[in-house]
């Protein structure tokens, strides 16, 4: 069975220091994995994904991730956070084996980021 | 484009009535599901579609129902409200081709619902 977790609730941030937001996956097989980002009454929108080649991917609004294999992790960088990129943050995977459907969302963690 | 669109935005209901929470994309994605948001459990999929005509269970099926009629739309229907069912609902969709370039999902606004 395959699984996301993120182990933060919440991470608050002071504007222009750097940001991480945490997560880690199970899956049998090899994964796909993908950040999403959701602002104050409105949908998810795509970040980032890795599906294969470099572990480090570049996103949308200066965000980053790295695969980490051994660690089964896949953690939300950015060197420099903005009051702007205050929302809720979902981390999802799926086996790259498994059907699209069956993707699976974290539980979200709210970044918080104070002037 | 008006991209995915949800219909709507809030809605309460008693416990037992009936209702349908409408889904539009206008980026002919065969693709599309619906999923509901409760705190602290991230989305989990209730029904998704395939293409027109087609449509399959996901992880939390019971309690709705959903047709696909045309490319378009893809309705929610709640048989039986119950208080269970009081949750943020989105609707996504995305092209249907293979290879997980196309697990990029495009969400509506969502529809906040409270049973009573």
């Known amino acids: 069975a395959q699984s996301v977790a993120q182990p933060e609730d919440q991470v608050n941030v002071a504007e222009g220091n750097p940001l991480t937001v945490k997560c880690t996956y199970s899956?049998?097989?090899?994964?796909?994995l993908f950040w999403y980002v959701q602002y104050p009454n409105r949908g998810l929108q795509f970040l980032l994904k890795?599906?294969?080649?470099?572990?480090l991917v570049k996103g949308s609004y200066g965000f980053e991730a790295e695969f980490n294999k051994s660690q089964t992790s896949f953690h939300l960088k950015k060197p420099s956070a903005l009051v702007s990129d205050s929302a809720l943050y979902f981390c999802?995977?799926?086996?790259?084996?498994?059907?699209?459907?069956?993707?699976?969302f974290g539980s979200g963690t709210r970044l918080s980021i104070r002037p | 484009n008006a991209g995915v669109t949800q219909t709507p935005k809030f809605q309460v209901l008693k416990t037992g009535q009936s209702m349908t929470l409408q889904c539009a994309q206008d980026m002919n994605h065969e693709y599309m599901s619906w999923y509901r948001q409760d705190p602290g459990m991230g989305l989990r999929l209730i029904h998704y579609s395939v293409g027109a005509g087609i449509t399959d269970q996901g992880e939390v099926p019971n309690g709705y129902n959903v047709s696909r009629s045309t490319t378009e739309d893809f309705p929610l229907r709640l048989l039986s409200a119950a208080p269970s069912q009081t949750s943020v609902y989105f609707c996504a969709s995305r092209p249907q081709t293979s290879g997980a370039s196309t697990d990029t999902q495009y969400f509506g606004p969502g529809t906040r619902l409270t049973v009573l």
């Open positions: 999802a995977v799926r086996d790259k084996g498994s059907s699209a459907s069956k993707i699976i």
């Open positions: 890795y599906i294969t080649g470099d572990n």
């Open positions: 899956v049998s097989g090899n994964p796909y």
